[in-house]
């Protein structure tokens, strides 16, 4: 859902929209169910940890808000990570 339409540009906002545009046009009840955060949503690696840390100036409430967030309209959540030092 993110990366095609959004790029770079990807935010809590954004993605709240679009989730929310899923359901409004009723494109939830045909299957579309899926909202994923592909790259670009990370600002760093944590450095003990190696978990990646999202972006707050793009995430200012965290992933776990924006997942329950989805969570509640009734559609699933994604976001891709990376094994690597890199994203991409």
């Known amino acids: 859902?993110?990366?095609?339409?959004?790029?770079?540009?990807?935010?809590?906002?954004?993605?709240?929209?679009?989730?929310?545009?899923?359901?409004?046009?009723?494109?939830?009840?045909?299957?579309?169910?899926?909202?994923?955060?592909?790259?670009?949503?990370?600002?760093?690696r944590d450095p003990t940890t190696k978990e990646m840390i999202p972006d707050k100036t793009k995430f200012p409430f965290g992933m776990k808000a924006l997942a329950d967030y989805v969570h509640s309209l009734g559609l699933k959540f994604g976001i891709y990570t990376s094994i690597g030092p890199r994203t991409c």
Not at 22 to 32: A, D, F
Not at 33 to 43: G, R
């Open 1 to 44: 859902l993110s990366w095609n339409d959004l790029g770079r540009k990807v935010s809590d906002d954004q993605i709240r929209q679009r989730a929310n545009a899923l359901v409004k046009t009723g494109l939830s009840n045909l299957n579309y169910s899926y909202v994923s955060i592909d790259d670009d949503w990370c600002a760093s």
